[in-house]
Every structure is written in C-alpha cells, then in structure tokens.
C-alpha cells in the first residue's frame, strides 16, 4: 500500500477523536513540482526533492565565505568543498498551527556524499510563507553534484507546545551533578 502523501484528499479522522486530521496545504510553483511523500509505510520523514531546472542557487562559498548565487549547470547544481547552498525545493506549504517542519538529510546524502545540513535539523515554522529550501554543506574534500529531482532531505512533522518563560531560580532536582557530558562520567 502507497503511504498517503503530504496532504491527503481522503477524509482522514484521528482514530482517538474522529477529528478531521490537520492537513498540510501544498501548492507547486511549478507544473512538474512533485508533493513530499513518505518512502515506506513506517517512514516517518517525507522526501524532499531538489527542484533544480533553470534555477539559481544560492551559495556561501566555503573558501572565503563570500555569498554569491550560481545557475544550474543543466539540471544540476556542483558545491566545491565547504560551500553551503540553500537548494530548492520548488513548492511552498502551509503547515498547520502548532507543527513544525524538520528538515533532516537523507543519510545516504551524508554518507555517500559529505553532505550535511549545517542547522540540523532545519525548521520550517508553520507561518512560513515562501519556498521551501534545504540548506547543505558539501563536507567533502571533493566537489559534490546534486541533480535536478534527487531525494535529498526529509520533512518530520512535529508538534510544538508554547510556553511561557517566568524568572525564577533553577535548582537541582535529581541526582545529576555537573553539566555538560556529565552523564558520562565514571
């Protein structure tokens, strides 16, 4: 069984409730945009593809910092080592209040490529009102290319709470002493 897409025109209820579910609106800014959908049935990130045609990338360049944008070479974006680059993902979406979007490489990127994101995870607000990107580091001693369509990162739908922050004194409420690393120490 294909696992239901990003949005769903099914009525979906919660089981607990027989609440409507929240719904994530997506809208592609261009025809051939493909909707995030989860790879398996116990998938709980849904990929994010590269939207690469006839665009340009912006970029930090890694050996002097530098920002700069670059076109796509074809359908195809190159990173020279320690460049970050924010890449397109070609649709804007409105997340529900109270969710978040965490945006997570596909290990294979990070493994096979050098690829990182360096904010991990990325967050994508529910108020977000404009193209979703990916933000990447090549981490490699080597240029990296990432294609127009690829698999490169994986949206994990969150809920959030909010609340308030008071002044006050934090003291010790378990046995745990010291910080940092502490849990660790023999």
């Known amino acids: 069984m294909r696992p239901a897409p990003l949005h769903s025109t099914v009525d979906a209820t919660h089981p607990a409730t027989s609440m409507p579910q929240p719904r994530v609106v997506f809208e592609?800014?261009?025809?051939d945009a493909r909707i995030p959908e989860r790879s398996t049935e116990g998938s709980s990130g849904y990929d994010l593809r590269a939207y690469l045609k006839n665009r340009t990338v912006k970029t930090r360049q890694g050996s002097t910092g530098d920002m700069r944008s670059i076109g796509t070479e074809g359908d195809a974006v190159v990173l020279d080592p320690q460049?970050?680059?924010l890449i397109p993902t070609g649709f804007k979406a409105r997340l529900p209040a109270g969710y978040e979007a965490q945006i997570r490489l596909?290990?294979?990127m990070a493994f096979t490529r050098g690829l990182m994101i360096p904010n991990a995870p990325g967050t994508v607000d529910a108020d977000y009102p404009d193209e979703w990107f990916v933000m990447v580091k090549n981490d490699s001693p080597r240029p990296v290319s990432i294609e127009h369509g690829e698999h490169i990162a994986q949206a994990v739908l969150a809920r959030f709470a909010i609340l308030q922050w008071t002044d006050g004194t934090v003291k010790t409420t378990t046995d745990r002493v010291g910080g940092l690393g502490s849990t660790g120490a023999d």
Request: charged share 20%; hydrophobic share 30%.
């Open 28 to 31: 592609p800014l261009y025809h």
């Open 106 to 108: 596909r290990s294979s």
């Open 83 to 85: 460049d970050i680059a």
